[in-house]
């Protein structure tokens, strides 16, 4: 029942009472609207912001998210600061930078000497709604726990270097409903733990990943028996898809069947990519575009049931729903294979958040990013006295409700070479530019500076014409955000060599 339709019964309701003496409560049947909703968020990986339909920039089929996008409000310049896997995943789980909550690189047995995980003593989102009374359900890719030997069977957990692991029990930060792995990217043949599964006995399904996650996700929502959660509690449900990362060919042949006659022409019309160029990087734009759309389309179609399915069961008006993505994909622009870069196809996400009658569908251009995730949504949902002190993003609840608040001049960019967390890149992306400066054994050795304005394709890098923004960017933007997030990256040789 949307919200026209309930709002009508209700006057039907009041009417038909007048004149007599029955109370003034809803028709039977009728969900009460709670005082904490529920949450759903679904968040496949490497979806990069461009690919959404309604934007207007990939010619992507995506009818769910662009029907999502009219139901609710799109933060269209939305950005992960650390734009991979696991740095993303334990920002938005403990709305703490990179150096504060420890993940400043990808979880695998290169990066496990260093501690790089989700720390357990860490307070998470889900931790606070656990704790008061919420159900929680996890399903998909989790990748932050730090592989450990022996290692678990899995094909991508080779003698070289080992990425899956399983997630105990104790580590799952409040989720009780529990159906995933770590990182393993077989779409046609997921593997997943269920809640109870010992670590050696992962299992394996044939069938298209996200569709089988949906599958999960609506069995969950529709709760039959009460078999998935407590029936007289709210829940929040994180559905974590793989798709649309590569391997790109892994897609069912109906989605791709969506760009049937398109040619890569017609599909690579992004100005940075090199369609015609015979690099590497150009065979994998105009090979994989297609089918890295279809999967698009794909996770777009399994959307559209997980929200059905809550229409269904009468909780789509108590219930926020967050579409996003742990980072983008440039997917041969810029000469890019996928992400980890400050580019916009890398850092640029979707986000979209939808809660019937209390968000009003439009437009946003704040500059939200990963670690505002955790005290926005709690605020949101009522529990703005319960962020702990120690989370470092901002809520932007009020943003979302009114229109109206305090909005930041910029967002944070990293990247961190395994075990030097004083090194790599450091940068900031405000509503015009994005700036990246790299740093090798202390030195500066990369400036770059885009106007995202005049060229939104950042093919021009201006840093040495515009020393001046240069400046001011690190003066009043970079440095306040690396002071903020205690990050050793932060000396005094910012000046290029
Ligand atoms: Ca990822």
Same mark, same amino acid.
């Given at each position: 029942m949307n919200q026209r339709t309930r709002t009508r019964v209700l006057a039907i309701a009041f009417f038909v009472c007048l004149? +007599?003496? #029955?109370? =003034? =409560?809803?028709?039977? !049947? =009728?969900p009460l609207p709670r005082e904490h909703p529920n949450l759903v968020i679904v968040m496949p990986d490497?979806?990069? &912001?461009?690919?959404? &339909? /309604?934007?207007?920039?990939? $010619?992507v089929v995506t009818p769910n998210l662009d029907r999502l996008a009219s139901e609710g409000v799109v933060l269209a310049q939305a950005v992960v600061?650390?734009?991979? #896997?696991s740095p993303m995943r334990a920002m938005f789980m403990t709305g703490r930078y990179p150096h504060s909550n420890g993940v400043i690189g990808n979880c695998n047995s290169v990066t496990a000497p260093f501690g790089y995980e989700l720390r357990q003593a860490d307070r998470t989102w889900s931790d606070v709604l656990a704790d008061k009374g919420y159900s929680l359900g996890y399903i998909g890719k989790w990748h932050l726990d730090a592989p450990h030997e022996?290692?678990?069977? +899995? @094909?991508? !957990?080779t003698a070289e270097m080992a990425w899956n692991e399983w997630c105990p029990p104790e580590r799952?930060?409040? /989720?009780?409903s529990w159906y995933a792995y770590g990182t393993y990217d077989q779409h046609t043949r997921p593997m997943y733990w269920a809640a109870?599964?010992?670590?050696?006995?992962a299992f394996y399904v044939d069938q298209w990943g996200p569709e089988h996650e949906a599958d999960r996700a609506i069995a969950y929502i529709q709760n039959e028996g009460g078999? /998935?959660?407590?029936?007289d509690q709210p829940f929040a449900l994180v *559905?974590?898809?793989? %798709? $649309?990362?590569?391997?790109?060919?892994? *897609? $069912?042949e109906k989605y791709v069947a969506y760009y049937d006659g398109k040619t890569y022409r017609d599909l690579l019309?992004? %100005?940075?990519?090199? *369609?015609?160029?015979?690099?590497p990087m150009s065979e994998l734009a105009r090979t994989q575009t297609k089918n890295y759309f279809a999967m698009v389309t794909g996770v777009d179609e399994q959307l559209g049931r997980i929200l059905e399915a809550l229409e269904e069961e009468g909780l789509a008006n108590d219930t926020i729903v967050l579409f996003t993505s742990d980072h983008g994909n440039?997917?041969?622009?810029?000469?890019?294979? @996928?992400?980890?870069?400050?580019?916009e196809e890398s850092m640029r996400v979707p986000f979209l958040v939808r809660w019937p009658g209390r968000i009003e569908p439009r437009h946003d251009d704040l500059l939200i990013s990963t670690p505002d995730i955790f005290p926005t949504l709690l605020d949101l949902m009522g529990f703005a006295e319960d962020i %702990?002190?120690?989370?470092e993003g901002a809520s932007y609840a009020s943003i979302l409700l009114t229109g109206e608040g305090e909005r930041p001049t910029s967002q944070l960019y990293l990247w961190v070479p395994p075990g =030097?967390?004083?090194g790599g890149r450091r940068g900031v992306r405000t509503r015009r530019y994005t700036l990246m400066i790299e740093k090798t054994s202390d030195r500066v050795t990369e400036t770059t500076l885009h106007d995202n304005k005049e060229d939104p394709y950042q093919l021009r890098n201006i840093a040495d014409e515009s020393p001046d923004v240069v400046e001011r960017l690190i003066e009043e933007e970079l440095t306040p955000w690396l002071e903020k997030t205690n990050d050793p990256w932060l000396t005094e040789s910012l000046e290029p060599i």
């Open positions: 004149g +007599s003496a #029955c109370a =003034e =409560e809803p028709a039977e !049947n =009728e490497q979806m990069r &912001g461009q690919a959404l &339909g /309604f934007m207007n920039e990939d $010619p600061n650390y734009p991979v #896997c022996p290692y678990v069977e +899995s @094909s991508n !957990n799952r930060h409040g /989720f009780d109870d599964t010992p670590r050696d006995e078999d /998935f959660r407590d029936a *559905v974590a898809m793989n %798709p $649309p990362h590569m391997p790109y060919d892994l *897609v $069912p019309v992004r %100005p940075n990519v090199d *369609v015609d160029g015979d690099s440039c997917l041969g622009t810029h000469g890019q294979i @996928s992400k980890n870069n400050h580019y %702990p002190a120690e989370v =030097e967390p004083a």
